[in-house]
């Protein structure tokens, strides 16, 4: 089974820029499609972007559109967030997942593989 390993979280200030990475180990993450999710106490885990593979086609939820960009390495075996002019209803855990198939819907409950999250907190 594949482990995913986020790092990258932080603590920046609002208009900043953080890049999070998604390293897969224990197998290849060919054929999986990446996801990012992200969740702030008391709410439900919130979609943000998504990579299907081999294609590499992309997904970025309305609410991070044109701030976030979701892309790969796949010689790495990683996938990386780049959220740019972060703002404080940014913070939140943010969590790498992945399902060994494709589907046009990004529920949570979809992805089975996740890593242990990295925390993002926004704040001046």
């Known amino acids: 089974q594949v482990q995913f390993v986020e790092s990258g979280g932080g603590l920046v200030h609002p208009g900043a820029s953080l890049r999070l990475a998604c390293a897969a180990s224990?197998?290849?993450?060919?054929?999986?499609?990446m996801a990012w999710f992200r969740q702030t106490p008391g709410k439900a885990r919130e979609f943000n972007a998504a990579?299907?593979?081999?294609?590499?086609?992309?997904y970025v939820a309305d609410s991070v559109k044109g701030r976030f960009t979701i892309s790969r390495d796949i010689a790495k075996n990683t996938v990386y967030l780049q959220m740019n002019s972060l703002k404080p209803e940014d913070t939140a855990v943010y969590y790498c997942a992945g399902r060994p198939y494709y589907s046009n819907t990004y529920y949570p409950s979809s992805f089975d593989s996740w890593g242990q999250g990295t925390q993002v907190t926004v704040s001046s």
């Open positions: 224990g197998r290849t993450f060919a054929g999986y499609t």
């Open positions: 990579i299907t593979q081999p294609s590499g086609s992309t």
